[in-house]
């Protein structure tokens, strides 16, 4: 199964609560700067959704934003444009496209390391009900191709695979490490030519 349009969600450190406004200006910047690989165009305030997309940058071939969806704070990277190559490099460009986000943020004046993420926990999507439904079928079809990339993401660590299989929602993944990781580290991880096959 060949997927696109992969989306990841890195969660927000502890239970505080986010001014989610204090996220315009910063966005606005990263829109001045181009900081990113993708081409990006514009901020959409959401703070009046309850448990929503919150803050979005809007994006050409992605968006950015930081979201509250099921009441869990965090920075969301939303594939939009179709990406060659394979499934692993489609987890491997969203990924490492969230950790970057989340490095600007936690090292960003403004924000004054109030916003610090998780190190061993995010979430995957894919976000096409056409070439992922969220089915049994699609799970079994994705898993080795999960676990390969999950075994070079956190190597030396065992992980876990989470499927929410509610018909309802989107396929999707929570994605846990025994250990954190920073992001750093899951960077280079996943530049690395080298994997690890550790089990689950």
């Known amino acids: 199964m060949e997927v696109q349009h992969v989306n990841v969600k890195l969660f927000l450190e502890g239970d505080h609560e986010v001014d989610f406004g204090i996220l315009i200006p910063v966005f606005h910047s990263w829109i001045r700067g181009q900081l990113f690989e993708e081409l990006l165009i514009d901020v959409a305030d959401y703070r009046h959704v309850a448990a929503g997309p919150g803050i979005v ?6 968006n950015y934003s930081l979201d509250n969806c099921d ?8 594939r939009k444009a179709l990406l060659a190559g394979s499934n692993q490099d489609r987890f491997r460009q969203a990924v490492s496209a969230a950790l970057v986000a989340c490095q600007h943020l936690e090292a960003n004046e403004i924000l004054d390391g109030n916003i610090r993420f ?20 699609t799970y079994r079809a994705l898993e080795p191709d999960l676990e390969v990339f999950c075994s070079k993401l956190f190597v030396g660590a065992s992980y876990h695979l989470h499927w ?3 018909p309802g929602r989107l396929f999707s993944l929570k994605i ?17 030519s080298n994997g690890s096959n550790e089990a689950r």
């Open 176 to 192: 846990s490490s025994d250990r954190g990781f920073p992001s750093n580290q899951l960077l280079g991880n996943l530049s690395s």
């Open 71 to 78: 009441g869990r704070p965090g920075v969301r990277y939303n």
């Open 164 to 166: 929410n299989s509610d």
């Open 118 to 137: 998780n190190q061993r926990e995010m979430e995957l999507w894919v976000n096409d009900r056409l070439l992922a439904p969220n089915t049994q079928d």
């Open 57 to 62: 940058l809007v994006g050409h071939q992605a």
